[in-house]
Each structure stands twice: as C-alpha cells, then as structure tokens.
C-alpha cells in the first residue's frame, strides 16, 4: 500500500513538475517573443560549414535555446570561446545539465536578456530570431559590434541590411543561413561562397 502511495506521489509530482516547464515556457515564450527553437541538423551544418577552419572567438549565440548549436560550435572551434545567451529558464537550465554532464571546456551558458550584454568582444554573432527580435538586434548590431564581425543568421534575415551571402537549406520550407559583417567591412573567407 505505502509503494502505490509513493508511485503515485511521484507521478502527481512529474506531471506537476512538467506542467510548471511548460508554462515557464509559455510564459517566457510571450514575454520574449519567441519560443526556444532549436536550429535544424541542416541549419547547424550550414553555419558551421560557414565559419573558416581558423575561427578563434568569441562566438556568441543570442538566444541559444536548447543549446544545440552552442555544443555543435563548442566542438567544431575547440580554441574558440562559445557564449550562450539565453531568457528562458528551461532550456537554459537544461543546456546547463547537459554541460554539467557532458562538459565542454570552451562553452559557457548564460541567463541574461542579450539586449542588454555589449557585443563589443564578438568575432561571431549567431542567432534564430524572429523578426521583430531581428529588427532590434540590427539597431544594437550598428551601435556595438565591432567592423568586420560576422552575423549568421537563421531564417530570417536582418531588415535593411545586405547580406554577404545567403545559403538555401533546401528544406522544406525553402529556409536560409544569412551572412553579414558589421560596419561594411569587405566580406572574406568562406561565407562568400553559396553554393
């Protein structure tokens, strides 16, 4: 009898547990404007073929989600400092479990709303936001980041902005990596090429 009361206990307390994830989820999805989306194998693999061999950091990513981009970089650029930013308690602490357990040394994860961290340090900026988030970033892209940083974005492109090149996924819903640098510095290296 004490077993079927503690099974039970524990299975009102998962699905309590879970049901507060999903509404800090909802909740923080509404306050941001964007719900944390993770980037789709062919996204990572585009915006890592992107970066050149050499890429050395810091790397930033705004809005990291579930971290699987983060990861991708932090291995692919083992001398490059990988930042994560990200609002979102869940995916944030679980990207911290995962780091916990599976620890990259060059990867960091932090909870902070990236509108208000200074991009002055980042060689490379890496984002998935929608576009009104795009629209804001591109105001603090022009007033922040140094000539010459490199801007990858996921799906959505910068308004108003050129981009350097622009890499179709050939996914199903037509989906692009879009490549631009900072202050009309010339573009170079391989985020030239589109093939």
């Known amino acids: 009898m004490g077993g079927l009361t503690l099974a039970s206990s524990l ?46 950091g810091p790397i ?19 001398n490059a400092e990988v930042i994560g930013y990200e609002l979102s308690p869940v995916p944030y602490l679980v990207s911290l479990l995962r ?8 990867l960091s994860f932090r909870r902070e709303d990236f509108f208000s961290v200074p991009l002055e340090q980042a060689s490379v900026i890496v984002c ?3 576009p009104p988030l795009m629209r804001r970033l591109a105001r603090k892209l022009e007033r922040e980041a140094k000539p010459g940083t490199l801007v990858l974005s996921n799906t ?12 179709p996924l050939h996914d199903l819903y037509d989906n692009r990596v879009y490549a631009y640098r900072t202050g009309g510095a010339q573009p170079q290296g391989r985020e030239l090429q589109t093939p």
């Open 156 to 167: 959505f492109s910068i308004p108003g902005w050129s981009a350097t090149a622009v890499h």
């Open 128 to 130: 998935y936001l929608c």
């Open 60 to 78: 930033y990513e705004l809005g990291f989600g579930w971290g699987n981009l983060a990861f991708a970089l932090a291995d692919r650029f083992p």
């Open 11 to 56: 299975g009102v307390g998962l699905v309590c547990g879970l049901a507060l994830a999903c509404a800090s989820i909802v909740i923080y999805s509404l306050r941001t404007g964007i719900s944390p989306m993770p980037s789709t194998p062919r996204a990572r693999a585009r915006i890592l073929a992107t970066l050149s061999e050499d890429t050395a």
């Open 99 to 106: 780091q916990r357990l599976f620890p990259r040394q060059n």
